[in-house]
T-cell receptor, first 115, second 112 residues
Framework: NAGVTQTPKFRILKIGQSMTLQCAQDMNHNYMYWYRQDPGMGLKLIYYSVGAGITDKGEVPNGYNVSRSTTEDFPLRLELAAPSQTSVYFC??????????????FGPGTRLTVL | QKEVEQNSGPLSVPEGAIASLNCTYSDRGSQSFFWYRQYSGKSPELIMFIYSNGDKEDGRFTAQLNKASQYVSLLIRDSQPSDSATYLCAVSSGGSNYKLTFGKGTLLTVNP
């Protein structure tokens, strides 16, 4: 299993450009998440999905959009990039459900710089 | 705003010592508590989770939870230089087991 994969690893955008960060998992997990991590900070939840066709906002959704058309893929769209979106973006997945201790597995991250 | 607080460190301990990492949280409805380890430039990986009051041990790691005090800790016994990393405390929020609020992390350095 590849686990959670993310592309690209690095990207530099100009202010106002748009891009899509790709995320895929092959563990048949129901739940998927997008986080951002700024230097010296913890992870902030941007969006999450509990299944194909279902998405919901996290703590910091402004400036981002997501879709979940399949169980495996959960792309994150940045529209009109701004310097405040410079960050490391992590995608994660988990089995989901009501059992405590639902482990989230993280992808390797995408380092995005907006200039 | 649900909050998770950690000392940012750095926490420096000699090899073989016990490292103690602490975390407090504000959401009394939180049900699950996680400790993730993150090496510099890498993604977080789960060390342990706990959801019942008391201690939970896994090898050199012990997680402790006190819901009345809204406090969770991680003890690392016989610390090794390979334990040097940032440790992130994560707490389930919003009445769910899966929506996590992360602390800023504590940087641990184990000196040979």
């Amino acid at each position: 299993n590849a686990g959670v994969t993310q592309t690209p690893k690095f990207r530099i955008l100009k202010i106002g450009q748009s891009m899509t960060l790709q995320c895929a998992q092959d563990m048949n997990h129901n739940y998927m998440y997008w986080y951002r991590q700024d230097p010296g900070m913890g992870l902030k939840l941007i969006y999450y999905s509990v299944g194909a066709g279902i998405t919901d906002k996290g703590e910091v959704p402004n400036g981002y959009n997501v879709s979940r058309s399949t169980t495996e893929d959960f792309p994150l769209r940045l529209e009109l990039a701004a310097p405040s979106q410079t960050s490391v973006y992590f995608c994660a997945s988990s089995l989901g459900g009501t059992v405590p201790g639902d482990e989230q597995f993280f992808g390797p991250g995408t380092r995005l710089t907006v200039l | 705003q649900k909050e998770v607080e950690q000392n940012s460190g750095p926490l420096s301990v000699p090899e073989g010592a016990i490292a103690s990492l602490n975390c407090t949280y504000s959401d009394r409805g939180s049900q699950s508590f996680f400790w993730y380890r993150q090496y510099s430039g890498k993604s977080p990986e789960l060390i342990m989770f706990i959801y019942s009051n008391g201690d939970k041990e896994d090898g050199r790691f012990t997680a402790q939870l006190n819901k009345a005090s809204q406090y969770v800790s991680l003890l690392i016994r016989d610390s090794q230089p390979s334990d040097s990393a940032t440790y992130l405390c994560a707490v389930s929020s919003g009445g769910s087991n899966y929506k996590l609020t992360f602390g800023k992390g504590t940087l641990l350095t184990v000196n040979p």
